[in-house]
């Protein structure tokens, strides 16, 4: 997916991905992260109710996100009054406890970001196509140390749907994160009244652990 295809989507406001509440995965799994006090790492993390959630259990959250736009409003939505830096060709807004790097993921550097105790992917491994899923994990990999994962991922029949949210089966996931993770699916139950309310599917949530013997 092009930069060009997000950017559009938000000036649009064509964002149907953007849900009005947070996401029963993060708030019926969260304790799997073990990452209470720790610094959570969101990518594509738009303006997603899930990350004023995350600060309301007392963690940092760092995201990373194309949209200027998503950012933007994503403070306006947490009533904070962010600082804007530039950071080479990213801007930083930045409040107590939060930072969000508004521009390419794949351009993002380790050094920037510190720490991450954890990753909270319900919106980014699904949104992207086949063909960029491991330039993404080796990315995120990179990032975060190989830090502790919670993904939400979708199953379904790829032809009734372009997409994003893309079909990302188990044997996807395994791929990507199988060398330097274990894994274990928390949870698998169908997409109620199916995805994009008209194609029936499967949500998985999976919890990643760091391989010790990659």
């Not at 953007?18 to 996401?23: D, F, G, I, L, Q």
């Not at 303006?47 to 306006?76: M, R, T």
């Not at 969000?100 to 993002?108: K, M, S, T």
């Not at 990507?176 to 949530?205: D, F, H, N, P, W």
Request: glycine fraction near 6%; aromatic fraction near 10%; charged fraction near 20%.
């Amino acid at each position: 997916m092009k930069a060009s295809f997000w950017h559009e989507k938000w000036k649009k406001g064509e964002i149907g991905f953007h849900e009005s509440a947070v996401n029963p995965a993060l708030t019926n799994h969260w304790h799997a992260l073990s990452a209470v006090g720790g610094r959570v790492f969101v990518p594509l993390c738009g303006k997603s109710l899930d990350l004023a959630w995350l600060l309301s259990q007392g963690v940092h959250v760092i995201g990373v996100e194309l949209s200027e736009i998503a950012v933007q409003e994503l403070f306006v939505s947490l009533d904070m009054e962010p600082a804007v830096s530039d950071v080479e060709n990213f801007k930083l807004y930045s409040a107590e406890n939060i930072a969000i790097w508004v521009g390419d993921i794949f351009n993002l550097n380790k050094a920037w970001l510190g720490e991450i105790t954890a990753i909270y992917d319900r919106a980014a491994l699904v949104a992207l196509p086949e063909s960029m899923r491991l330039e993404y994990a080796r990315k995120l990999i990179e990032l975060s140390n190989c830090a502790t994962q919670l993904l939400v991922t979708f199953e379904y029949d790829q032809s009734l749907h372009q997409g994003p949210p893309f079909s990302v089966p188990e044997s996807a996931v395994q791929t990507c994160y199988g060398t330097r993770y274990q894994l274990e699916c928390l949870e698998r139950k169908a997409v109620a009244g199916g995805l994009k309310g008209r194609i029936a599917a499967i949500e998985s949530v999976w919890k990643l652990t760091r391989n010790i013997n990659p």
